[in-house]
């Protein structure tokens, strides 16, 4: 670890190799003494060089994949830190390192049963439980910093279409995070709502903010979600689409679409708390 963060590019490689050999040679030795790496993490600040930085980054990989499942918050708190410094080549490691504990969560959100249907065991099932509230936990944080660091001039259709910055690595850790089978399994076994009802407001969302901040408006995602909660007539749509309207035909049909999907996506308090298309939804369940 101290070549990792004081050393040359040529010795960290060679003590990056060590590491790898320690374990492939005792990885008994190695996980037994893995805890140490936990000790350095503080020191990360102090690494006056961003080539040392990325390297020890790096070379946590091994230890995350041993200390993932019992030292998950430490880890977790370390990745969300390191993943917004301003250097594009030590978000990228530690992007790649977090992927451990990307496997931690999965692992333990959804065991491996064998024979299928197998009932898990008390202590699986408290497992289960603290591994999905840290999954949805490390989400929102990133979900949180995604908000923060969106900015007009990163915007893109695509992730791979972004230009490099902070904003863009966070939304590859949190597609790697939910775009996965394990995560929509663990919303739907938590979710009050049906999961395609969650992504797509989630879409709408982000769509809003977006606009919003094109429009340099001084109202919020959640001022448009109070207006549709809070209606009583029809001129309350209104009341939306005005905030965006700029006179220009083409824009306004583009609004049009989007404040429509908000208005059946999000909750209506006419509706006992839920949303249009969700009372479409029970009605084709019973019939």
Avoid: C
């Avoid at 990133?142 to 923060?148: M, R, Y």
């Avoid at 448009?224 to 035909?249: N, P, T, V, W």
């Amino acid at each position: 670890m101290f070549v990792l963060i004081n050393d040359t590019r040529e010795e960290f490689m060679r003590a990056k190799k060590k590491i790898e050999s320690l374990w492939n040679r005792e990885t008994k030795a190695f996980k037994a003494g893995a805890h140490v790496a936990l000790e350095f993490l503080p020191l990360f600040d102090q690494i006056k060089n961003d080539a040392n930085k990325e390297a020890f980054a790096s070379g946590l990989g091994l230890f995350f994949l041993v200390l993932s499942d019992e030292h998950f918050d430490t880890l977790k708190n370390f990745v969300i830190k390191v993943i917004q410094h301003k250097n594009g080549h030590i978000r990228e490691a530690i992007r790649h390192t977090a992927e451990w504990l990307f496997i931690s969560l999965t692992s333990r959100a959804e065991p491996f049963v064998f024979p299928e249907g197998k009932e898990l065991t008390d202590a699986q099932k408290a497992e289960q439980a603290n591994g999905r509230a840290q999954y949805v936990g490390y989400v929102q944080d990133i979900e949180a910093l995604i908000d923060t660091y969106g900015t007009d001039d990163e915007k893109g259709e695509y992730i791979h279409e972004m230009k490099p910055s902070v904003h863009k690595s966070l939304q590859q850790l949190w597609g790697r995070l939910t775009d996965n089978r394990a995560y929509q399994k663990l919303l739907e076994a938590t979710l009050p709502i049906p999961y395609e009802i969650f992504i797509k407001r989630k879409e709408i969302e982000h769509e809003l903010l977006e606009l919003l901040k094109e429009h340099r408006s001084d109202s919020s995602v959640d001022d448009i979600k109070d207006i549709i909660y809070h209606e009583e007539e029809s001129g309350d749509m209104m009341k939306i689409i005005s905030l965006f309207d700029r006179g220009s035909a083409g824009e306004l049909s583009d609004v049009l679409e989007l404040v429509s999907d908000a208005w059946n996506y999000f909750p209506h308090k006419t509706l006992n708390g839920i949303s249009p298309q969700e009372k479409l939804l029970e009605y084709e369940h019973a019939h």
